[in-house]
């Protein structure tokens, strides 16, 4: 590579500052958003359950292997395979991520406008005492059914996002993660303190720790394992790319345990902070809930706890940064391509990606309401599924596979053991990859079939 190349890809500053972006990329509107909505419609307690399990025995071991293929290959998804099997499908694989990501951040740019715009509500005051959970569905529904507001605020989202991916890995995303999402970790822990000690928080608890095994089947595990896929930014390469900046002295498996523990720990609070407040408000789940479930509800505590609208600025604050550090990794996808392989300039790359990622988007922003049309379908969360569970589970599929049975294990290992002498789950790790994990992906891929 020469340098002008190297200058154009940028790399880590420091050791710290991967699993600090790779934690940014992973902790984001899965966590916070999605994971409380899943959590609602798969039965409660026995999808955390099955959620933590998919983590540490698929999505865990999947993380290992992109950053494993990222840091050997040091190169984006497309330019990766390429380098390991130069001839061949495979790179397909990376093509593959490339069309997800851009999808994805179409959608979850319109999610993460909506979080734009419950801090400027939070922070004029809307949501105030005597706010019921009737009065805060409304005035989710009343928002996203107004077409401009909306438009508005996913184009704010993705020009930040866009401006940063265009001046480059190190002056963007380290410095964002690095006090803010320590901060956000605070809060949550200091929110759900409060969310368990409300009256009538009991129930809700137990809804979401107490597992109900009746409720357990095929779609709970898929959707698990989606989640899992979705919310550590595993089976499109963001893992590969991320891993393509870290240095030959990092310790792989310590870095890819820190941001899957992070991030797994995160959406937890998310939950113990929903689920309680929900039934203190409202005595149930209800009826299954929708995309608008936690800015309805963390609008309801905010108006009800005292000092509230602080807590309330800073919490959509932090939320709306936690997804601009996602949004980040998911348009850095396709800007690596277009750098590495076809010589585009960084800035060209990041608007012209920028750009699509808006055009895709238009229908999910006018999904909620606003136009009939897309309404009806339910433009986002169709996305949200094909995208969001499907494509990144086939990804994951496909890089496992690759890794195991092209690549093979034993010479991921000797990346691996650069900078990790002693990896002591090896027999584990190479089970998941041989065996654990492309099966357990086709058998999930092909129920999906019978709940559609
Ligand atoms: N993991 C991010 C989140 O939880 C979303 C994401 C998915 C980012 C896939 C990159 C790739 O918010």
Known sequence: MNSQDSSQRGSWGSKIAFILAASGSAIGLGNI???????????GAVFVLIYVLA?????????????????????????????????????????????????????????????????????????????????SD?????????????????????????????????????????????????LLIFLAVRAITL??????????????????????????????????????GTMITYGSYISKSDNLVSDAGWVSFSDTLIAIFAGLIIFPTLFAFQGSPGEVQGEGLVFQV??????????????GV???????????????????VPVAYLIDERRWSRKKAAMLMGLCAFILGIPSALSTGAVKFFT????LGKMNFYFGNIALAAGALLICIF?????????????????????????LWAFSMMFLSPIAIIIILYFIKTIR
């Open 403 to 427: 890794l195991a049975y092209v690549w093979r294990v034993k010479n991921a290992l000797k990346e691996i053991a650069i900078g990790c002498s002693r990896f002591r789950l090896k027999p």
């Open 33 to 43: 958003w999605r994971f409380p909505m899943e959590v609602s419609k798969n039965g």
């Open 314 to 332: 800073l919490f959509f604050t932090l939320l709306l940064v936690a997804a601009i550090t996602s949004t980040i990794s998911l348009l850095e």
């Open 138 to 186: 409304s005035l989710f529904t009343e928002f996203t059914s107004n077409p401009s507001q909306v438009l508005l605020f996913f184009i704010v989202v993705l020009g930040i996002t866009t401006f940063i991916v265009s001046k480059g890995i190190k002056g963007g995303i380290e410095k964002w993660t690095k006090v803010l999402m320590p901060l956000l970790f605070i």
């Open 298 to 311: 963390f609008s309801l505590i905010f108006a009800k706890i005292p000092g509230g609208y602080i807590f």
């Open 55 to 135: 983590v540490a025995l698929i999505g865990f071991p999947v993380m290992l292997a992109e950053v494993t293929i990222g840091r050997h290959t040091q190169k984006n998804p497309v330019g990766a395979f390429k380098h390991l099997k130069p001839n061949g499908p495979w790179k397909l694989i990376g093509y593959l991520g490339i069309i997800t990501g851009i999808f994805i951040l179409s959608f979850y740019s319109v999610v993460a406008g909506w979080a734009a715009s419950y801090l400027v509500k939070t922070a004029s005051g809307a949501f105030r005492g005597d706010l019921t959970k009737q009065i």
């Open 376 to 379: 009806e379908i339910g433009f």
């Open 199 to 236: 009256p009538g928080a009991s129930e809700g608890i137990s809804y979401y720790l107490k597992p109900d095994f009746s409720k357990l089947n095929s779609t709970v595990i898929l959707f698990a394992v989606g989640q899992a896929f979705f919310s550590l930014s595993l089976g499109m």
